[in-house]
C-alpha cells in the first residue's frame, strides 16, 4: 500500500511553455502533499506545502505565480510551472502524507527538461 | 537554518563488504532523523528513522543510531548485497515526520558481485 504516483516521468518542453505535473496517492487520502526540487548533484530543496482545499504554502525564494500548486483533492495536487525557463530544468519530486500517519510516501519524480 | 550533510559518492562495494555512509545534521532542538533509499527509477522510500538521542532505526540489515552529541546519524550495514545498489538520503524533520523534510545530497551505492 501507500503509492504514490507522478505524471508525466519526464518532459522536455520549449521555453515560455507552461508545463503540469500531476502527484496522485493511489491508494489513500493525502491531507498534504509536499513538492521538492532536486538540482543535479544537490539536494531534494522543499518548494511548498499543499494541503487539500487550501492555497499551498511557498518557501522563501519560490516564486508562487511561477509554480502554481492545486490539491483539489485528497489524491491529486498538480504543480504548474509557467513559462518555463532553461533554469527551470530539474527533478520533481512529491510527497504525500496520510491523515494521522507520521510517514511521507514520495513519488518517484518527473525530470523536466526546458529547451 | 537546519542542514543535513552526509558523504558524497559514488561508493563502490564488493557483494559482503562493509558500509558506513556517513552523516551530519545542524539543527535546533531534536530533530527526528531517517534514511531514505531510492531505488533506480522508484520513488524514496523510508528506510529506518529515529525520534530521539540514542534511538536506534533498523531494517533490512541495515541500522543507524541517533547520536546528540555528535550531531551523527551514520548508517551501516554488515554485508551488503547486489541489490542494495540504490542511493541513499540522509534527513531530518522537525516532528516524527508529517512537518517537510530538509535532505542531504544523497549518496550513490554500487555493490558488484
Known amino acids: 500500500g501507500a503509492v504514490v504516483s507522478q505524471h508525466p516521468s519526464w518532459v522536455i518542453c520549449k521555453s515560455g511553455t507552461s508545463v503540469k505535473i500531476e502527484c496522485r496517492s493511489l491508494?489513500?487520502?493525502?491531507?498534504?502533499m509536499f513538492w521538492y526540487r532536486q538540482f543535479p548533484k544537490q539536494s531534494l530543496m522543499l518548494m511548498a506545502t499543499?494541503?487539500?482545499?487550501?492555497?499551498?504554502?511557498?518557501e522563501q525564494g519560490v516564486e508562487k505565480d511561477k509554480f502554481l500548486i492545486n490539491h483539489a483533492s485528497l489524491t491529486l495536487s498538480t504543480l504548474t510551472v509557467t513559462s518555463a525557463h532553461p533554469e527551470d530544468s530539474s527533478f520533481y519530486i512529491c510527497?504525500?502524507?496520510?491523515?494521522?500517519?507520521?510517514?511521507?510516501?514520495f513519488g518517484p519524480g518527473t525530470r523536466l527538461l526546458v529547451l | 537554518g537546519d542542514s543535513v550533510t552526509q558523504m558524497e559518492g559514488p561508493v563502490t562495494l564488493s557483494e559482503e563488504a562493509f558500509l558506513t555512509i556517513n552523516c551530519t545534521y545542524t539543527?535546533?532542538?531534536?530533530?527526528?532523523l531517517f534514511w531514505y533509499v531510492q531505488y533506480p527509477g522508484e520513488g524514496l522510500q523510508l528506510l529506518l528513522k529515529?525520534?530521539?538521542?540514542?534511538d536506534k532505526g533498523s531494517n533490512k540489515g541495515f541500522e543507524a543510531t541517533y547520536r546528540k552529541e555528535t550531531t551523527s546519524f551514520h548508517l551501516e550495514k554488515g554485508s551488503v548485497q547486489v541489490s542494495d545498489s540504490a542511493v541513499y538520503f540522509c534527513?531530518?524533520?522537525?516532528?516524527?515526520?508529517?512537518?517537510?523534510?530538509?535532505f542531504g545530497k544523497g549518496t550513490r551505492l554500487s555493490v558488484i558481485a
Open positions: 510527497s504525500a502524507l496520510a491523515g494521522g500517519v507520521e510517514t511521507q510516501y
Open positions: 534527513a531530518l524533520s522537525r516532528n516524527s515526520g508529517n512537518t517537510p523534510l530538509v
Open positions: 499543499s494541503n487539500e482545499g487550501s492555497k499551498a504554502t511557498y
Open positions: 539543527a535546533t532542538g531534536y530533530p527526528s
Open positions: 529515529a525520534t530521539k538521542a540514542d
Open positions: 491508494d489513500f487520502q493525502a491531507t498534504t
